[in-house]
């Protein structure tokens, strides 16, 4: 078993280099175990989604899961080159994925910018690849959205949150930030993890900025 500490990979591999597709997903419930909504589509069609990676996905995930106007949330690999997968593959660097935390959400009752107020205060985004004492690419940041809208809100937050980190002395942003290709889920036990193990891991570390989205 890998500890989510223990890898020390930090070079993304190419196509060349990185571990063959597999042809199977992994097994998982489709029901959120805290909500009981479904985390897979279909869902309600008022719903947007993005993808956002800040380190280790049990932190990120419970830090979404009970948020006003998040439908849902899931957890697994985006960002990368292997298809479906498995967590082993992705801790061992060589499929180009990010542990990242999808989110099902009503824009109506929650922006974007919202979200991303959350997602720039609770983590650090200048760590290249690694999360504090997390370190590998599969922890890197990033966000990957679905729409325009999502992408613009996304990359316009970049010069606030990295002027705020600035104050504080902390170094350029290296969050990724792109349209969502392909997202991968992870195995069942990873999902909704600190729901089922509430004494579980969590090494999500924000660095006390305060992030002043653009008031739309």
């Avoid at 991303?116 to 504090?132: A, D, K, V």
């Amino acid at each position: 078993m890998l500890f989510k500490s223990g890898n020390r990979k930090l070079t993304l591999p190419t196509k060349e280099t990185a571990i063959p597709d597999r042809v199977d997903s992994v097994t998982f419930s489709p029901i959120h175990y805290v909500s009981g909504n479904r985390i897979v589509e279909p869902v309600p069609d008022n719903l947007e989604k993005l993808a956002l990676g800040m380190g280790c996905f049990w932190g990120a995930e419970r830090l979404f899961w009970g948020q006003p106007g998040v439908y849902s949330t899931g957890v697994g690999y985006a960002g990368g080159i292997t298809k479906h997968p498995s967590y082993e593959d992705v801790c061992s660097g060589l499929t180009a994925h990010t542990e990242v935390v999808l989110l099902f959400y009503n824009p109506i009752e929650v922006s974007i910018q919202n979200l991303l107020t959350i997602f720039w205060e609770s983590h650090n985004p200048t760590e290249g690849m690694r999360q504090g004492n997390d370190i590998g690419t599969q922890y890197r940041s990033a966000i990957y959205t679905t729409n325009q809208a999502q992408l613009d809100a996304s990359l316009e937050g970049v010069p606030r949150a990295q002027a705020a980190l600035h104050v504080k002395g902390y170094r350029e942003i290296t969050t990724e930030i792109r349209r969502l290709d392909e997202f991968y889920y992870a195995e069942d036990y990873h999902q909704q993890y600190l729901a089922k193990n509430p004494a579980g891991y969590c090494g999500l570390a924000g660095t006390g900025i305060s992030y002043q989205p653009e008031v739309l």
